[in-house]
């Protein structure tokens, strides 16, 4: 067990610009999500995957932000034309079942915008 | 509007002693209910959980209770070490803030064991 893995574990970038970050589950795990932290606030759920397919966003997740799980192994987020407001750690998690499954987390991505 | 709250941003206690770790919800959809543990630069590690169907689940020197009348549920460790500081995050699944399977988070308590 090899764990959640995220890459990079920090982003700086400047305002307008788009940026990737990639996620590599627990090898086993079908289920794959996505969650935002801010300081002081608990991670905020962002969307989430069974196997490739995205079931589920968030209203939070603007139309700036796509994710995919292509194969349905490692993910992808990217933002589009970043704003300050999007700096944040981007938690990536995974889970083996269904509701009620817990989830393990990676080490998060810290995206600064300047 | 906040579904799972933690009102104690911090909590002090001093080691070898019980720390009490508290979180309210509001959504009655909620049925899984978690705690995860969080280091500075790590991401959350999970601790313990329970179903809507049971009110305490053991394990270790953690125990959580769950109140559903009341739609509470607390984190005990027993006793405290210096380790267990951390921020303590109540999360729960089941109701609409996270879809199906996304967690809704409190907003977390910073347990800090004093020697």
């Known amino acids: 067990d090899t764990g959640v893995s995220q890459d990079p574990r920090h982003k700086i970038t400047k305002r307008g610009q788009n940026v990737t970050f990639r996620c590599d589950p627990i090898?086993?795990?079908?289920?794959l999500y996505w969650y935002r932290q801010t300081l002081g606030q608990g991670p905020e759920f962002l969307t989430y995957f069974q196997n490739e397919a995205q079931l589920e966003k968030s209203r939070l997740l603007s139309d700036r932000f796509s994710a995919e799980r292509p194969k349905g192994s490692f993910s992808t987020l990217e933002i589009q034309r970043t704003e300050q407001g999007d700096s944040a750690m981007y938690l990536c998690?995974?889970?083996?079942?269904?509701?009620?499954?817990?989830?393990?987390f990676g080490p998060g991505t810290r995206l600064t915008v300047t | 509007d906040q579904q799972v709250k933690q009102n104690s941003p911090s909590l002090s206690v001093q080691e070898g002693r019980i720390s009490i770790l508290n979180c309210d919800y509001t959504?009655?959809?909620?049925?899984?209910f978690l705690w995860y543990k969080k280091y500075p630069a790590e991401g959350p590690t999970f601790l313990i959980s329970i179903s809507s169907i049971k009110d305490k689940n053991e394990d270790g020197r953690f125990t959580v209770f769950l109140n559903k009348s009341a739609k509470h549920l607390s984190l005990h460790i027993v006793p405290s070490q210096p380790g267990d500081s951390a921020v303590y995050f109540c999360a729960a699944s089941g109701g609409s803030g996270g879809g199906a399977d996304g967690l809704t988070f409190g907003k977390g308590t910073h347990l800090i064991i004093q020697p």
């Open positions: 090898s086993e795990h079908n289920r």
């Open positions: 998690a995974s889970s083996l079942t269904g509701t009620g499954s817990r989830q393990y």
């Open positions: 959504n009655s959809m909620f049925d899984y």
